[in-house]
């Protein structure tokens, strides 16, 4: 290939002029936009090909002295991003370059992107999409027995839905309910979340909710980030009361509700554990694919580094 591929420092990126690309892109995805990378990657760079025409956004970090790259918390699809097919071929020359700065990479990819090189180690990951294309009436008969059972003991206990739930109050309500089970996620991993959450909220691509029981207690919240083509599923939080009440089916199908025949996707944002995976099938949502590459050179002991 005889494209140039520059490596860009953060201070080096033009923010407007990179957001351009973003929305020009084939594969547009809202993680790859300025103002979430800024967030959940303070200081990432980037690798550039004619001025745009493909591009990647390198989120890094340093640990232990050994600089690295990594598929920040909360963002599911990151990878290779292009503006016209022509630049597809153009993938492996970027994954090269990226190789050849960092001997650690830990990222996933997006769906458009397809790594076939055995010197990589790759592996499949799972989404789950749902069309908003066609009416309610049609959608919901693709619901299973479980999510139409759920969604009935919901309105049978009285359950409601409010939009005033606060970041704050839905991350807290994760972090109370389910904070033990992810030690992974630190308290500034939940503060980006929040800080996220609250920069689409004024940019008007966040959508929160909540639901209650009959006492005013909340028993779940969902926060839906507007994408390109797309409405993700992007952060929820449920107590045990809402699993037993059916809280979270209903603010999904409510969702779906007001969303159908808009043309757009819901996206569960994927999940590889099994039982989300059925609960994200209920709703009649299919499967679909991305990757995520680990590429690791270190040498011995630090080849172990996590």
Known sequence: ?????????????????????????????????????????????????????AFMPVTRGRKYGINYVFQPLFVQQLGFFFLDDSCVSALPFFLERLSSN?????????????????????????????????????????????TRRNIVKAERLGVSLTPDYSPSEAVGLFTANNGRKFTHISRLNYSRLQGSIEA??????????????????????????????????????????????????????????EHSETGMLLDFNGSMNPGIARFYRGFGARQTFYQRLKINTLAFPARYFK
Request: one cysteine or more; aromatic letters at 14%; charged letters at 20%.
């Open 1 to 53: 290939m005889t494209d140039k591929i520059t490596y860009l420092s953060s201070l080096q990126v033009d923010r407007k002029k990179w957001d351009a690309w973003v929305q020009a892109s084939v594969n547009r995805r809202i993680f790859a936009t300025s103002w979430l990378l800024d967030t959940f990657s303070p200081g990432w760079e980037a690798l550039v090909m004619n001025d745009g025409r």
């Open 102 to 146: 960092f001997s650690f990479i830990d990222i996933s990819m997006n769906e458009m992107n397809n790594i076939v090189s055995p010197q990589y180690d790759v592996t499949r990951m799972s989404n789950f999409l749902l069309g908003l294309d066609k009416p309610y009436s049609f959608i919901e008969k693709h619901y299973n027995i479980n």
């Open 200 to 257: 689409g909220l004024d940019k008007g691509v966040i959508h929160m909710r909540a639901a209650r029981a009959k006492n005013g207690e909340v028993l779940a919240a969902a926060c839906f980030l507007k994408d390109f083509d797309r409405h993700v599923f992007y952060f929820s939080s449920n107590t045990e009361e809402g699993r037993l009440q059916g809280a979270m089916f209903m603010l999904i199908d409510n969702f779906i509700q």
